[in-house]
T-cell receptor, first 113, second 114 residues
């Protein structure tokens, strides 16, 4: 089991609402990446935060945004939720932005109805 | 752009039989290669990785993979599977330049039957 924790584990939102997902990185790690895993698919990279700044972004619209705090924990915010946003959201932390090994949390299952 | 193809969406196999899960990738630059396992309702756990050196990589739980540069493949193997190996397996690449993020394949569901 990794030291990466995510909250909540499950939640249900209505289309058009906003949601915030949280991630606590493993001790000593300064880099956090977020991934979206739709049902039956592999995870897709949303963005990465390194020392409180965005350090790369995948093909996701601006309504997906994030934050990283001084303790290197992170938030993923999604505005104007759509049905297709229903997925497992995974957070991964790394020792540094160039580190090849990422440690994943257990994920947050978001259902949009 | 890089991409990862996992050729089999499901692989059924009997307990104690050998198994191979196939992965091919494409990239215009050199990459690092990974296999992750995902058990139901859990996150991803690293099985093994190839960064450089010997092309045969050994990982946890008795798994191994072989990097073949000419065939751009990184197939995962286990000589004898257990019921507990039933899970989803993901192959992934990581560019060693530019964007430092994993690109995953669509996954292979390994179903081990008694």
């Amino acid at each position: 089991e990794t030291g990466v924790t995510q909250s909540p584990t499950h939640l249900i939102k209505t289309r058009g609402q906003q949601v915030t997902l949280r991630c606590s990185s493993q001790s000593g790690h300064n880099t956090v990446s977020w991934y979206q895993q739709a049902l039956g698919q592999g995870p897709q990279f949303i963005f990465q935060y390194y020392r409180e700044e965005e350090n790369g972004r995948g093909n996701f619209p601006p309504r997906f945004s994030g934050l990283q705090f001084p303790n290197y924990s992170s938030e993923l915010n999604v505005n104007a939720l759509e049905l297709d946003d229903s997925a497992l959201y995974l957070c991964a932390s790394s020792f540094d932005r160039g580190d090849t090994e990422a440690f994943f949390g257990q994920g947050t299952r978001l259902t949009v109805v | 752009a890089q991409s990862v193809t996992q050729l089999d969406s499901q692989v059924p196999v009997f307990e104690e039989a050998p198994v191979e899960l196939r992965c091919n990738y494409s990239s215009s630059v050199s990459v690092y290669l990974f296999w992750y396992v995902q058990y139901p309702n859990q996150g991803l756990q690293l099985l093994l990785k190839y960064l450089s050196g010997s092309t045969l990589v050994k990982g946890i739980n008795g798994f191994e993979a072989e990097f073949n540069k000419s065939q751009t493949s990184f197939h995962l193997r286990k000589p004898s599977v257990h019921i507990s190996d039933t899970a989803e397996y993901f192959c992934a690449v990581f560019l060693n330049t530019g964007r430092r993020a994993l690109t995953f394949g669509s996954g292979t569901r390994l179903q081990v039957q008694p």
